[in-house]
């Protein structure tokens, strides 16, 4: 059983982290740990893949309110979505039977790079300043989509992010656009992570239907004012959640065993 002083700060921790990834990814730094730490007596896959409810549901209604305000090129982002699916399946599959210790230290010092950049160029994400074709676009997308939804579905903190990084750096978007396209993205990973779990029986609904209301008003409030105050905005809070998953990792890393 799950006492009622438990069940509301996960759904506090789960507004918050709703909040914090519909604005520039990230949710899952505040809501993974803070439940690992809470229901010590469950498996650790159980709890993950209890969380993925109320990180879809939040990340859906951040959506929905991106595709009112923000233009949507459908073709490149159906691709996308259907590859971050498949991706993500095969990525909490693979983690179900090996370990993701390894990876942690190089995300480590690739985060150290991306907080620099983003710290140092002052216009990063302010505007779109590239354009690509159609197809090539459809390649970029695809390998995005393929690389951080298998990331997301094997390891997950920071997925979020990493895709606005990618939108930006890699297809010239800025942080409006692809905070929009991001959402999307991180929709299908963890709709892919849901159905592995759903299959594996391991779901505790009665956390994960309360979290993913709350996670899901955490998302509408961030994403409207994401729109309300434009790309400097998202700027400043992409800094703030990429500074949080460097501390994360960096704890990890050097110091937790």
Not at 7 to 35: H, R
Not at 53 to 67: D, E, H, K, R, S
Not at 107 to 131: E, P, R, S, W
Request: hydrophobic fraction near 55%.
């Amino acid at each position: 059983m799950i006492d009622s002083l438990t069940l509301f700060l996960l759904c506090l921790l789960a507004f918050s982290a709703g909040f914090v990834d519909a604005i520039a990814g990230g949710g899952g730094l505040i809501q993974t740990p803070a439940a690992l730490i809470l229901l010590p007596q469950f498996p650790i896959a159980t709890v993950i893949g209890s969380l993925k409810l109320p990180a879809f549901t939040g990340t859906g209604l951040a959506v929905t309110q991106y595709i009112q305000r923000v233009s949507i090129q459908w073709k490149p982002v159906l691709l996308m979505c259907l590859t971050a699916f498949l991706a993500a399946f095969a990525g909490s599959e693979v983690l179900s039977i090996m370990g993701n210790r390894f990876m942690k230290p190089v995300i480590f010092f690739v985060l150290i790079f991306v907080a620099v950049y983003t710290y140092t160029k002052k216009n990063f994400g302010q505007q779109i300043h590239k354009t690509h074709s159609s197809q090539t676009q459809l390649i970029y997308g695809f390998l995005i989509s393929l690389v951080i939804g298998f990331y997301d579905g094997f390891i997950g903190p920071g997925a979020g992010s990493f895709l606005v990084l990618s939108f930006i750096t890699i297809l010239g978007f800025d942080f409006l656009h692809a905070s929009a396209y991001s959402k999307m993205i991180n929709l299908s990973t963890n709709f892919g992570s849901i159905i592995l779990f759903l299959l594996k029986g391991i779901i505790l609904w009665q956390i994960a239907i309360p979290m993913a209301i709350c996670n899901g008003l955490g998302g509408i409030l961030g994403a409207k004012m994401a729109l309300s105050r434009g790309n400097r905005f998202i700027r400043y809070f992409f800094m703030l959640i990429i500074t949080s998953t460097l501390i994360r990792f960096g704890y990890d890393v050097f110091i937790k065993h």
